[in-house]
Protein backbone atom coordinates (compact mmCIF):
# COMPACT_ATOMS: atom_id res chain seq x y z
CA UNK A 1 0.00 0.00 0.00
CA UNK A 2 1.22 3.26 -0.96
CA UNK A 3 0.19 6.95 -0.68
CA UNK A 4 -0.04 7.85 -4.04
CA UNK A 5 -2.34 7.10 -6.92
CA UNK A 6 -2.95 8.16 -10.95
CA UNK A 7 -5.77 9.95 -12.10
CA UNK A 8 -7.14 11.00 -15.91
CA UNK A 9 -9.68 12.84 -16.68
CA UNK A 10 -10.77 11.33 -19.73
CA UNK A 11 -11.83 13.07 -23.24
CA UNK A 12 -15.61 13.07 -22.45
CA UNK A 13 -15.52 14.91 -18.94
CA UNK A 14 -12.84 17.50 -20.51
CA UNK A 15 -15.67 17.59 -23.87
CA UNK A 16 -18.87 18.50 -21.67
CA UNK A 17 -16.60 21.16 -18.89
CA UNK A 18 -16.79 18.58 -15.96
CA UNK A 19 -12.61 19.15 -15.51
CA UNK A 20 -13.34 21.86 -12.55
CA UNK A 21 -15.86 19.82 -10.91
CA UNK A 22 -14.27 16.62 -10.91
CA UNK A 23 -10.88 18.18 -9.59
CA UNK A 24 -13.55 20.04 -6.81
CA UNK A 25 -14.48 16.61 -5.62
CA UNK A 26 -10.70 15.13 -5.39
CA UNK A 27 -9.76 18.20 -3.16
CA UNK A 28 -13.09 17.45 -0.84
CA UNK A 29 -12.34 14.07 -0.42
CA UNK A 30 -8.93 14.74 0.71
CA UNK A 31 -6.55 14.17 -1.87
CA UNK A 32 -2.89 16.43 -2.67
CA UNK A 33 -2.18 16.50 -6.03
CA UNK A 34 1.48 16.27 -6.37
CA UNK A 35 1.50 16.62 -10.35
CA UNK A 36 -0.89 17.28 -12.81
CA UNK A 37 -0.92 18.62 -16.63
CA UNK A 38 -3.19 18.19 -19.59
CA UNK A 39 -2.96 16.96 -22.57
CA UNK A 40 -3.73 15.33 -25.53
CA UNK A 41 -2.68 11.78 -26.17
CA UNK A 42 -1.97 10.80 -30.08
CA UNK A 43 -3.14 7.41 -30.85
CA UNK A 44 0.05 5.65 -30.37
CA UNK A 45 0.17 7.26 -26.51
CA UNK A 46 -3.12 6.04 -25.49
CA UNK A 47 -2.05 2.61 -27.44
CA UNK A 48 1.03 2.27 -25.43
CA UNK A 49 -0.90 3.41 -21.76
CA UNK A 50 -3.40 0.69 -22.74
CA UNK A 51 -1.14 -1.58 -24.25
CA UNK A 52 -2.09 -4.28 -21.11
CA UNK A 53 -5.37 -4.08 -22.88
CA UNK A 54 -4.10 -4.93 -26.20
CA UNK A 55 -5.70 -8.21 -27.30
CA UNK A 56 -8.94 -7.51 -25.62
CA UNK A 57 -11.55 -6.82 -27.81
CA UNK A 58 -12.26 -2.76 -26.89
CA UNK A 59 -8.54 -2.25 -27.26
CA UNK A 60 -9.38 -0.35 -30.22
CA UNK A 61 -12.24 1.72 -29.58
CA UNK A 62 -10.63 2.52 -25.95
CA UNK A 63 -7.58 4.19 -28.09
CA UNK A 64 -10.03 5.90 -30.42
CA UNK A 65 -11.62 7.34 -27.41
CA UNK A 66 -9.13 8.53 -25.34
CA UNK A 67 -6.72 10.36 -28.28
CA UNK A 68 -10.29 12.10 -29.30
CA UNK A 69 -9.40 15.18 -27.00
CA UNK A 70 -7.40 16.41 -24.30
CA UNK A 71 -7.07 14.65 -21.05
CA UNK A 72 -6.12 16.06 -17.33
CA UNK A 73 -3.60 13.31 -15.93
CA UNK A 74 -2.73 13.75 -12.47
CA UNK A 75 -1.11 11.94 -9.29
CA UNK A 76 -2.82 11.74 -5.92
CA UNK A 77 -1.39 11.67 -2.59
CA UNK A 78 -3.41 10.59 0.30
CA UNK A 79 -2.97 7.56 2.75
CA UNK A 80 -4.18 4.64 0.99
CA UNK A 81 -4.44 6.50 -1.92
CA UNK A 82 -5.26 4.04 -4.80
CA UNK A 83 -8.23 2.10 -2.94
CA UNK A 84 -9.85 5.55 -1.57
CA UNK A 85 -9.55 6.93 -5.00
CA UNK A 86 -11.51 3.78 -6.23
CA UNK A 87 -14.58 4.52 -3.80
CA UNK A 88 -14.16 8.29 -4.60
CA UNK A 89 -14.68 7.46 -8.81
CA UNK A 90 -16.94 4.75 -8.64
CA UNK A 91 -18.02 1.94 -10.66
CA UNK A 92 -17.01 1.59 -14.37
CA UNK A 93 -20.68 1.70 -15.31
CA UNK A 94 -22.14 4.84 -14.27
CA UNK A 95 -25.75 3.09 -13.77
CA UNK A 96 -23.94 1.42 -10.78
CA UNK A 97 -22.03 3.85 -8.96
CA UNK A 98 -22.82 4.84 -6.15
CA UNK A 99 -24.48 8.28 -5.34
CA UNK A 100 -21.57 10.74 -4.40
CA UNK A 101 -19.26 9.28 -6.78
CA UNK A 102 -17.71 10.86 -9.60
CA UNK A 103 -18.90 8.53 -11.83
CA UNK A 104 -21.99 8.71 -10.52
CA UNK A 105 -21.89 12.54 -11.73
CA UNK A 106 -20.32 12.92 -14.59
CA UNK A 107 -20.20 9.53 -16.71
CA UNK A 108 -22.77 8.83 -19.17
CA UNK A 109 -21.66 5.08 -20.07
CA UNK A 110 -18.99 2.24 -19.37
CA UNK A 111 -17.17 3.48 -22.25
CA UNK A 112 -17.51 7.43 -21.33
CA UNK A 113 -17.07 6.55 -17.88
CA UNK A 114 -15.40 10.28 -17.01
CA UNK A 115 -12.10 9.30 -15.23
CA UNK A 116 -9.29 6.86 -14.60
CA UNK A 117 -8.27 5.59 -11.49
CA UNK A 118 -5.33 3.22 -10.94
CA UNK A 119 -6.42 -0.40 -9.98
CA UNK A 120 -3.04 -1.14 -7.55
CA UNK A 121 -0.32 0.57 -6.23
CA UNK A 122 2.07 -1.06 -8.87
CA UNK A 123 -0.31 0.68 -11.92
CA UNK A 124 -0.38 3.27 -10.16
CA UNK A 125 3.57 4.15 -9.93
CA UNK A 126 3.99 2.69 -13.52
CA UNK A 127 0.99 5.06 -14.52
CA UNK A 128 2.39 8.02 -13.22
CA UNK A 129 5.68 7.76 -14.80
CA UNK A 130 3.84 7.28 -17.91
CA UNK A 131 3.11 10.72 -17.57
CA UNK A 132 5.54 12.67 -15.11
CA UNK A 133 9.23 12.80 -14.28
CA UNK A 134 10.10 12.58 -10.67
CA UNK A 135 10.94 16.63 -11.71
CA UNK A 136 7.31 17.28 -12.00
CA UNK A 137 6.40 15.54 -9.33
CA UNK A 138 5.22 17.85 -5.90
Given at each position: MTNRTFT???????????????????????FRIVAMKMTHLSKEKAGQFYEVHK?????????????????????????????????????????QAAEGTIRKKYASSIGENAVHGSDSDENAAIEGAFFFSRLEQF
Open positions: MIKPDATEKGHTGGILQMINEAGERPFYGELVEFMSRGPITAAILEKENAVEEFRKLIGATNPA
